[in-house]
């Protein structure tokens, strides 16, 4: 029983005195709608999470191992994400959104040496990702994720079929994701991947290897079917194309 709580304990904060803190605050501050919980949440939290300056979190954002969590400035995590911090943690940079009930979970439960989930500046997770990060994921700057994307830095041994999978153990080799990458809905990207600059990946399409920059990749597995050549951009330049504030005002203080 004193086993399974401390199991427990060790999942949710990095001491009992952290965790005493940390649920307090989110009691009190963690479940308030409209800009004064934003604003209460922005000054408070900034006591359990390392943050540079004041984060934009709405109501039922659930945070374990906050100790763990790091915050450029101008981050908004949107309502429902959910994101669990073991060591080495998350870091995610200046004007980056997380959409709601995203899941970001480091996982990190057998000491592996490069967990962690990095995310740059300017980058937007879509609604209801989910990144499992036991291997390491690091997203570059300016990337952009559809709905329902999946990144899973990690894989289960399964070769001995007189044990069962889960006594086998996991692989986890790491997934980096450079600048300027758009991964469309659902797409799922496997560990040990690298998809390089500038590259698109279809929806649905599911990544098993290395995607070369500037690439166009669909399909499962994923295959590049074309680069971002002039052809595209002439295509692209004779659709028409819609502009938002965010881009206008991201453009403004560049
Ligand atoms: C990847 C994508 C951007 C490519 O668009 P595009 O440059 O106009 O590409 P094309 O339509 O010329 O397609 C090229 C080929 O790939 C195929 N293809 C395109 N998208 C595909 C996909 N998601 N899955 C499988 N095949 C796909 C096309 O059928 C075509 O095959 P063909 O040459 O045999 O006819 C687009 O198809 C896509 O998947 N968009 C995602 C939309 C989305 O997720 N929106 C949410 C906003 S985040």
Not at 6 to 18: C, D, K, M
Not at 76 to 99: E, Q, S
Not at 103 to 121: C, D, E, Q, T, Y
Not at 205 to 233: F, L, N, Q
């Amino acid at each position: 029983m004193i086993d399974m709580l401390r199991y427990f304990l060790a999942g949710q904060a990095t001491s009992l005195p952290r965790y005493v803190l940390e649920q307090l605050l989110f009691a009190l501050f963690g479940w308030l709608p409209s800009l004064i919980g934003i604003g209460l949440r922005g000054l408070f939290y900034k006591l359990i999470i390392k943050s540079a300056g004041l984060p934009f979190i709405e109501n039922g954002v659930r945070i374990l191992q906050a100790k763990n969590l790091r915050l450029g400035r101008g981050v908004y995590i949107d309502y429902g994400v959910y994101l669990h911090a073991c060591p080495v943690g998350i870091d995610i940079g200046d004007k980056t959104f997380i959409m709601h009930n995203s899941i970001l979970h480091v996982f990190n439960f057998r000491n592996l040496p490069h967990a962690g989930i990095r995310i740059g500046r300017n980058c937007f997770i879509g609604e209801a990702n989910v990144m499992r990060g036991q291997g390491g994921i690091t997203i570059g700057n300016d990337v952009y994720t559809g709905p329902l994307v999946q990144i899973l830095a990690v894989n289960h041994v399964y070769g001995d079929p007189d044990q069962l999978i889960r006594e086998q153990g996991i692989t986890a080799e790491g997934i980096t994701i450079e600048d300027d990458v758009w991964l469309a809905a659902g797409c799922i990207v496997l560990d040990g991947v690298r998809i390089g600059k500038g590259s698109v990946i279809g929806a649905g399409a599911v990544v098993t290897e290395d995607i070369p920059s500037y690439s166009i990749a669909v399909g499962s597995p994923a295959r590049v079917v074309k680069g971002r050549d002039a052809e595209t951009a002439k295509r692209a330049a004779q659709a028409s194309i819609f502009f938002g504030e965010l881009e206008s005002l991201s453009k403004q203080h560049q």
